[in-house]
């Protein structure tokens, strides 16, 4: 079956560090993977997502993931944590052909002044 | 224009009592989800529909029941409410693939319910 798995329930850095929340998945093919961001009390917004075309890849609010399957790993960072960065973060996976979303326990990213 | 939309946002009620929750996606998208979202903030999916067609329904009492009257609206109606009921559920949608490309999905604001 296939899960994902980060690492982390709670992650905090200082002002203009390096951000780095690790996922991992467990699949036998390569899957759709994705970062969802929920800020307090709002919905999951998307973040960036892997689709086989590209294995670094870019998102929204400077962030970006880096796909390897050797590693099975879908670590998202960013070089500078900035305040508004403070949210809970989600990994997903969606196996290929399939509808369904599986996500990670997520990881609450704290930001110090 | 808010792309998918919940109502209501916050509903507090009684042990025992029924309740319903509306999700309305003007995206445009073939699929709707239902996931419920606990304390610890794990996300678990509970029912999908394409088409108005249910296609995903996970262990899930049969308390809880989605109906779709057409592709732009799922509800979810939850019979004789219980303690554990208690969460934040999520209404998503996302566009009908057939070939698999990426799902990706788009979430309502939330609502958070809460039986006493």
């Known amino acids: 079956a296939q899960s994902v798995t980060q690492l982390g329930s709670h992650v905090s850095v200082s002002e203009g560090a390096l951000v780095l929340l690790r996922c991992n998945y467990s699949s036998s093919v390569p899957p759709y993977l994705f970062w969802y961001v929920q800020y307090p009390n709002q919905g999951l917004q998307l973040l960036l997502k892997y689709t086989s075309a590209a294995t670094l890849v870019k998102g929204i609010n400077g962030f970006e993931a880096e796909f390897k399957k050797s590693e099975t790993s879908f670590h998202l960072t960013k070089p500078s944590a900035h305040m508004s960065d403070a949210a809970e973060y989600f990994c997903?996976?969606?196996?290929?052909?399939?509808?369904?979303?599986?996500f990670g326990t997520g990881t609450r990213l704290k930001v110090l002044a | 224009d808010t792309a998918v939309s919940q109502t209501p946002k916050y509903l507090v009620t009684q042990m025992g009592n029924d309740k319903s929750i509306k999700c309305e996606q003007n995206?445009?998208?073939?699929?709707m989800y239902w996931y419920k979202q606990d304390s610890k903030k794990f996300l678990k999916i509970m029912f999908s529909?394409?088409?108005?067609?249910?296609?995903i329904n996970e262990t899930v009492p049969n308390r809880f029941s989605p109906k779709s009257p057409d592709k732009a609206h799922l509800n979810l109606h939850i019979n004789s409410l219980e303690l554990g009921d208690s969460a934040v559920y999520f209404c998503?949608?996302?566009?009908?693939?057939?070939?698999?490309?990426?799902?990706?999905?788009?979430f309502g604001p939330g609502t958070r319910l809460t039986v006493l």
């Open positions: 998503a949608s996302s566009q009908d693939s057939a070939s698999g490309a990426y799902n990706e999905q788009f």
């Open positions: 529909y394409n088409n108005k067609e249910l296609i």
């Open positions: 997903a996976v969606s196996p290929s052909g399939t509808y369904k979303y599986i």
């Open positions: 995206l445009g998208h073939d699929t």
